[in-house]
């Protein structure tokens, strides 16, 4: 859930000169405040609870989009898994809780029934080999149900490199996974508006250089 910006905290940066100087950086985004991204995010009542299984090295990454799921799904949370800690089992032991991943045995989103919906979701948040590492390590995901969306769009993703056609970011796959659990909710392809403009806004960077 959105609210009032945070404080920014003062960051050291080096400047051409190689003289130490200090960027103002957004608690909440982890960006810079001249692209805090906080005030643009609407406050999205998700009625399916997202939980965002983030690999350590994502944490603070200044293109990641866990964190664009974080401010505007107000059923929502992130956890960081660290390297040399697995997570326990017992936060997710909630009835109806299913994983967003492409197992070869997971089920098609599309093809289920309503009476088949989760409740709750997991989603993991990294590149493919982190992924992968993740679900490894967290043998307890291996007993969850799987599940699988077959993209509707071409990803937006251009900053980062995709390692297949059909892949999506966290945010593009999270949206429209809300979009076909629960087509009533309010608000979602917004989600979407805020990961492009972020991704505009980081190719002008680049071409500025």
Known sequence: M???????????????SNESVFRKECYRCFRAASVCICDQVPSIANRTGVVVLQHHRE???????ARIARLGLQHSSVLVAHRHRKLAVD???????????????ARNLDELTCE???????????????ASSMYRANEWLKGLPHLVIRPQIESNYRIRRQPKE??????EA?????QT????TQGLPQLLEVFDQMVDRQLDFFDAE
């Open 181 to 184: 659990l629960e087509p009533e």
């Open 174 to 178: 999270l949206v429209q996974t809300l």
């Open 91 to 105: 936060p997710f032991q909630k009835p109806g809780t299913a994983l967003l991943y492409p197992h070869p045995q």
């Open 59 to 65: 944490l603070l990454h200044p293109i990641g989009t």
């Open 116 to 130: 088949d919906y989760p409740e709750h979701l997991i989603v993991l948040d990294g590149t493919w080999a982190q």
């Open 2 to 16: 959105t609210s009032d910006p945070l404080p920014t905290n003062e960051l050291p940066t080096e400047s051409a």
């Open 166 to 171: 059909g892949c999506l970011s966290t945010i």
